[in-house]
Nanobody, 121 residues
Framework: QVQVVESGGGVVQPGGSLRLSCSAS????????MGWYRQAPEKQRELVAR???????DYGDSVKGRFTISRDNAKNTVSLQMNSLKPEDTAVYYC???????????????WGQGTQVTVSS
């Protein structure tokens, strides 16, 4: 099995910054893509940012220019630096990893349990 664990959520004032971290561990053969998604109350889960092993990045339109995703391929970790936070960024943030597990050929997607980010004055 593969485990994905997030850390770094919390409460911050509008305009502030937070950094989220995520680590994947377990029977990993190779992780191709790591990313962050978020889900606000009564809304669908949406892409925040994701990054490939070759450091190609994609960002959701609402976070472009404010959030930066980075990755350590050797450690199977991904971080999300969030700046200029807005109340509408309030959500549960989920880390996602896509890849293959040792001795298993199927391409899989693994999710963390989520970490709450609240932007409020």
């Amino acid at each position: 099995q593969v485990q994905v664990v997030e850390s770094g959520g919390g409460v911050v004032q509008p305009g502030g910054s937070l950094r989220l971290s995520c680590s994947a561990s377990g029977r990993i053969h190779k992780i191709y893509v790591m990313g962050w998604y978020r889900q606000a109350p009564e809304k669908q889960r949406e892409l925040v940012a994701r990054i490939t092993g070759g450091d190609k990045t994609d960002y959701g339109d609402s976070v472009k220019g404010r959030f930066t995703i980075s990755r350590d391929n050797a450690k199977n970790t991904v971080s999300l630096q969030m700046n200029s936070l807005k109340p509408e960024d309030t959500a549960v943030y989920y880390c996602n990893a896509e890849g293959t597990e040792a001795s298993v050929s199927d391409y899989e997607s693994w999710w963390g349990q989520g970490t709450q980010v609240t932007v409020s004055s």
